[in-house]
């Protein structure tokens, strides 16, 4: 099992640009979650998925698209990008519930 | 919403001591609690978790302790060693009806000196 597989691993984008991250699981998990990291604010929810065909906001929604359309995939899309989201994604995946989240290796994105 | 405090934010430790993390949280509901390694450039995981059913659990250097009347919970690692140096961050859940919203801690980052 690969488990958690995020692309790409890196990312620079210009202010206004669009992008879209892939996140992909092979567990067969319900629910998948996409957090951005940035220094000394630990992870915050973006956005979230409790199955295939559903997405919700989290904590840090705006500026943010999400899609679910396989249950085996989440998409984080940006519209225009700004600086202020330079950071690292991670996406996630849990069986049931945000317990036990298994993690994907992150994508650092950088706006300029 | 819930917000989790975590204390101290950098700690550093000699090869063999103990190293103990604290995260206060305001949920009085909140009843699952999950701590994550972080090495550098790596992915999070998950190392251990508690509920709010149980008051301490161990596995074998670590331990988690929890207190639901001071809404406090602790890491403890015992003999630590240089491979535990990483950040550490703990989260609150309140797992009732429909959350899944998992609220994390700003994060610890332990050194563990040779």
């Known amino acids: 099992n690969a488990g958690v597989t995020q692309t790409p691993k890196f990312r620079v984008l210009k202010t206004g640009q669009s992008m879209t991250l892939l996140c992909a699981q092979d567990?067969?998990?319900?629910?998948m979650y996409w957090y951005r990291q940035d220094p000394g604010m630990g992870l915050r929810l973006i956005h979230y998925?409790?199955?295939?065909?559903?997405?919700a906001k989290g904590e840090v929604p705006d500026g943010y698209n999400v899609s679910r359309l396989k249950k085996q995939n989440f998409l984080l899309g940006l519209e225009s990008a700004a600086p202020s989201q330079t950071s690292v994604y991670f996406c996630?995946?849990?069986?049931?519930?945000?317990?036990?989240?298994?993690f994907g290796n992150g994508t650092r994105l950088t706006v300029t | 919403g819930e917000n989790v405090e975590q204390h101290p934010s950098t700690l550093s430790v000699q090869e063999g001591d103990s190293a103990v993390i604290k995260c206060t949280y305001s949920?009085?509901?909140?009843?699952?609690f999950p701590w994550y390694k972080q090495e550098l450039g790596k992915r999070p995981q998950l190392i251990i978790d508690?509920?709010?059913?149980?008051g301490e659990k161990k596995d074998q250097r670590i331990a988690v302790t929890l207190n639901k009347t001071a809404k406090h919970f602790s890491l403890h690692i015992t003999e630590t060693q240089p491979e535990d140096s990483a950040v550490y961050f703990c989260?609150?859940?309140?797992?009732?009806?429909?959350?899944?919203?998992?609220?994390f801690g700003k994060g610890t980052l332990l050194t563990v000196n040779p």
């Open positions: 996630a995946s849990s069986f049931r519930g945000p317990t036990t989240l298994h």
């Open positions: 567990m067969n998990h319900e629910y």
């Open positions: 998925s409790v199955g295939e065909g559903t997405t």
């Open positions: 949920d009085s509901a909140s009843n699952y």
């Open positions: 508690i509920r709010s059913n149980v």
């Open positions: 989260a609150a859940l309140n797992s009732g009806g429909s959350n899944y919203k998992l609220t």
